[in-house]
């Protein structure tokens, strides 16, 4: 088991930035891909991020290419998301996940596994 807990979300006008951490329990973090997800109001959760358990891989949605960068501190049991450049439709709860079968290096994509942390609100003002 593995319990995940974000942080870092709030308020930020439009070309704003933000960092959000995901702390996680556990001595088996460095072996967990981990990723970002993120579900505006009235639409369905959708991938934003994925890191490899190494750091070595990580995956990106088209819509936060180039703005936003996933990294992680496996000292730390902690992944980030730095978000940059942020837009009104950046406007979402972010969720932080787990895989410990760490897909994305077999597949080259982020799958998601089974653990969620409770989500953190973000919401960009125009």
């Known amino acids: 088991q593995v319990q995940l807990v974000e942080s870092g979300g709030g308020l930020v006008q439009a070309g704003g930035s933000l960092r959000l951490s995901c702390a996680a329990s556990?001595?088996?973090?460095?072996?967990?891909?981990m990723g970002w997800f993120r579900q505006a109001p009235g639409k369905e959760r959708e991938f934003a991020a994925g890191?490899?358990?190494?750091?070595?891989?990580?995956r990106y949605s088209d819509a936060v290419k180039g703005r936003f960068t996933i990294s992680r501190d496996n000292a730390k049991n902690t992944v980030y998301l730095q978000m940059n450049s942020l837009k009104p439709e950046d406007t979402a709860v972010y969720y932080c996940n787990a895989d410990p079968s760490n897909r994305i290096t077999t597949f080259a994509r982020y799958i998601a596994g089974d653990y969620w942390g409770q989500g953190t609100q973000v919401t960009v003002s125009s």
């Open positions: 556990g001595r088996t973090f460095s072996t967990y891909a």
């Open positions: 890191i490899s358990r190494s750091g070595g891989i990580t």
